[in-house]
Structure formats: C-alpha cells, structure tokens
C-alpha cells in the first residue's frame, strides 16, 4: 500500500518568514495531494490540494510544488504570520480522494515565533 | 450548512463499556469515514462507506462497529471499550470517492478508557 513520510515533524520560523514541508510517497499510482491544517481542538481543514497533472499551485500565501519523477511534494508558506501557526499534514491518494485510498503524513507542527 | 458535526465532543469510559460516537453531514454526501488520531500516528482509516447500506474497513477496524442507514448519518460503535481505543476520532465526508474529491472533517470526538 502507499507509505507518506513527512518532514520535519516541528518547525520553527519566525513570524514573516517562510515555511516549508516536505512530503514524499512510495506507490507511483498516487495522483492526488491534499494538504490539511490542523488548529488546536479542531478538525483537519483543507487549504490546498494538487493533482498529478500540474507541477504547482498557488493560493495567495499557499504553493504546493509536485514532482511525480522523485515522488514527493511540498508546502510552502510565506511571509507567514502568527495564525498559520498550527498542525499540517499531507496526504496521497491513488483513487482520487476517497477513504480508501487517502493515506496521511504523521504531521508537521508548525510554530510562528513573534 | 453545518458540514460534518459529531457527538459527542468529549467521553470518558470504563473498559468493557460500549458506546456509540455520532456523526451527520448535511451537504449530501455519498461518501462517509471515520478515522483515529494518536499521537505521532497522523490519521488513521477505521471504517468507510461509498454510500447508504454500503460499508467497509479501513487500516484499524478491529473493536469498531459502522453501519450507514442514511445518507446523512454515519454512527461508530465501540462494542466493549478497550484503554487502546483511548483516541480522537474524526467523521469525515466528500461528495464521492470517485475522482479527487477533497474531505471535509468534523471536531472530533476525544475518547478515554480508563
């Protein structure tokens, strides 16, 4: 089945920086990549999501980079501010979405120091 | 819309005690899951359901009960609560598990067994 690894497991960055995550996966049938934020007593939330026949998305402040030859995919955050502070967690898919075939990344703490 | 709501939001059992944790979505979604969430695990598939009357297993299914009689609800039952069943637990829903569709996650239900 699909493996995702994701790293690193916490990030620190000071506030206005940017941020980055990296995740990477095993099965190459996989051809979708959800990204989800997690706040502090909350449900995941989706910010960004990328199939496999686009190499980038942006969305404001949001990127996802894709790269289907080496197998991984990353977020990037910039000039991040204290709200982006929280959980993040990427996924892959090699069915398009559903619960079987959706699998996460362990997730990447991501703290905005003032 | 109220999107995916669960309940209840907290519960502490006894081993061996059974209890049922809810979720409903009100956006008509055909597809319903649910996951666990420990630490440095990331999310884990219990159980999943394509549609009314129609369920089946995820990564983690044993000591879980589902059933979908409606399109709307989407209950998990603990048959005889174990201390390693001490979790939170997030529903989750998409419009189908056909194509890339994104999910879209409740609050979770944080369970103890003591």
């Known amino acids: 089945g699909e493996n995702v690894e994701q790293h690193p497991s916490t990030l620190s960055v000071q506030e206005g920086d940017s941020a980055v995550i990296k995740c990477t996966y095993s099965?190459?049938?996989?051809?979708?990549f959800p990204w989800y934020k997690q706040e502090l007593g909350k449900g995941p939330q989706l910010i960004i999501d990328?199939?496999?026949?686009?190499g980038e998305k942006k969305d404001q402040r949001i990127a996802v980079t894709l790269n289907k030859t080496a197998k991984h995919f990353s977020l990037h955050i910039t000039e991040t501010q204290p709200e982006d502070s929280a959980v993040y967690f990427c996924?892959?898919?090699?069915?398009?979405?559903?619960?079987?075939?959706?699998?996460f990344g362990k997730g990447t703490h991501l703290i905005i120091q003032p | 819309n109220a999107g995916v709501t669960q309940t209840p939001k907290f519960q502490v059992l006894k081993t061996g005690q059974s209890m049922t944790l809810q979720c409903a979505q009100d956006?008509?979604?055909?597809?319903m899951s649910w996951y666990r969430q420990d630490p440095g695990m990331g999310l884990r598939l219990i159980h999943y359901s394509v549609g009314a009357g129609i369920t089946d297993q995820g990564e983690v299914p044993n000591g879980y009960n589902v059933s979908r009689s409606t399109t709307e609800d989407f209950p998990l039952r603990l048959l005889s609560a174990a201390p390693s069943q001490t979790s939170v637990y997030f529903c989750a829903s998409s419009y189908s598990n056909r194509g890339q569709q994104p999910q879209h996650f409740g609050d979770g239900t944080r369970l103890s067994i003591l």
């Open positions: 990328i199939r496999s026949n686009v």
């Open positions: 099965d190459s049938a996989s051809n979708y």
């Open positions: 956006m008509n979604h055909e597809y």
């Open positions: 996924a892959a898919s090699s069915s398009g979405g559903g619960a079987d075939g959706l699998t």
